[in-house]
């Protein structure tokens, strides 16, 4: 019986020291790494994109040949010869096989190469999307940054006069201006503000700049362009202005109700102080990720906007490519968008996490 006591293992006490947890190597801590992931998504989402946009391009009805050879028989020509002078005009091969076709493409992909545009011979993607997406870029980013300058007044506005007048009007007015399309403003701006009532003649605004006028950075060439972004600038203003007030609004208002501004209040400082360094930095701190996501969506939807003002943006350029079934240039347009779209998604993700660490856990 002694023997059998004293054979038996030892009781388990539970202080036994944990294991060590295994250990990584530096490719797989970079592999695992927060922003790592997060780029890694962005370019898969970025690749699956550009290869739908290959092969839809391709699903729509006719090639670049058959579209130019049909305009051409519309003046009396034959299809024969209609096709023949379209051959030698494009730079498009219907004969290339698919698979062919989506190599070329992927390789281009890879290494940044959009490829040459097929209406337009000797003109690359590259240099015919930069010719137009400044000034789409222009036009959108003066907008946002006004419209959210402008939501985030007011607001504040709307929080600190809650329940009265003042924010009764101004949440209907932001309701309002949230719920209609970008696009239906722009409609509305031409037609009652230039036609009916006689503010602007939208014929003179059509356009980036004015005939004659150089591009250049001076006042002349500054001003000229701000006078043809006026209308896309007011509608992005009016688009996204609602849904920057009501944020802002909700924010405020519980930022308001924290100890921290009941504390502000009864040490005595003054309500602008308080308004500026406790209540709008914390209300306006969970909004600033929302920023790059306000612009990136801004980018697709500026496609109808300019369509509706004659703005010469990326919008006419993809409607052109569409039309003329311009596949490299349709593909290049809407990886840049996608890719807008995805990015701003990236930027709010990783300002996200500094702001709030917890998340990368």
């Known amino acids: 019986m002694a023997t059998e006591l004293a054979a038996a293992p030892p009781p388990d006490t539970g202080d036994a020291e944990p294991s060590a947890p295994p250990r990584t190597t530096p490719l797989q801590r970079i592999w695992r790494n927060y922003v790592f992931v997060k780029v890694r998504k962005a370019a898969v989402v970025v690749f699956v994109v550009a290869n739908v946009t290959f092969f839809l391009g391709r699903a729509m009805p006719g090639d670049p040949i058959d579209v130019m050879a049909g305009r051409l028989t519309q003046s009396g020509m034959s299809m024969n010869e209609a096709r023949a002078i379209a ?14 076709q989506w190599w070329e493409f992927f390789v281009g992909l890879l290494t940044f190469d959009l490829g040459g545009t097929i209406n337009r011979p000797g003109l690359s993607v590259t240099e015919a999307i930069g010719t137009y997406l400044p000034w789409t870029l222009f036009s959108i980013g003066v907008g946002t940054l006004i419209a959210i300058g402008l939501g985030l007044t007011l607001g504040m506005v709307m929080a600190y006069r809650r329940n009265r007048v003042v924010d009764h009007v101004l949440s209907v007015l932001a309701s309002v201006l949230g719920a209609v399309p970008n696009y239906l403003i722009a409609m509305v701006l031409v037609v009652g503000g230039g036609m009916y009532l006689g503010w602007f003649n939208p014929i003179e605004l059509r ?15 500054i001003g000229d362009a701000f006078y043809h972004a006026a209308l896309p600038i007011l509608t992005y203003v009016l688009a996204i202005i609602g849904t920057w007030m009501l944020v802002m609004k909700a924010s405020t208002t519980e930022v308001l109700g924290e100890d921290y501004v009941t504390v502000a209040r009864a040490r005595g400082l003054r309500d602008s102080r308080i308004a500026t360094a406790y209540v709008g930095r914390n209300a306006v701190l969970p909004l600033v990720a929302q920023i790059a996501i306000s612009f990136g969506t801004l980018v697709g939807g500026a496609i109808f906007v300019e369509q509706v003002l004659v703005y010469k943006g990326v919008g006419g350029l993809l409607l052109d490519a569409v039309n003329y079934r311009d596949y490299p240039l349709l593909q290049g347009l809407l ?7 995805v990015i701003a998604n990236l930027v709010s993700d990783l300002l996200y996490s500094r702001l709030d660490p917890r998340i990368q856990k």
């Open 335 to 341: 990886i840049i968008i996608t890719s807008c779209v």
């Open 87 to 100: 051959t030698n005009s494009l730079a498009y091969d219907p004969d290339a096989p698919l698979y062919q």
């Open 207 to 221: 356009g980036t700049v004015s005939p004659g006028v150089q591009p250049g950075f001076d006042v002349v060439f």
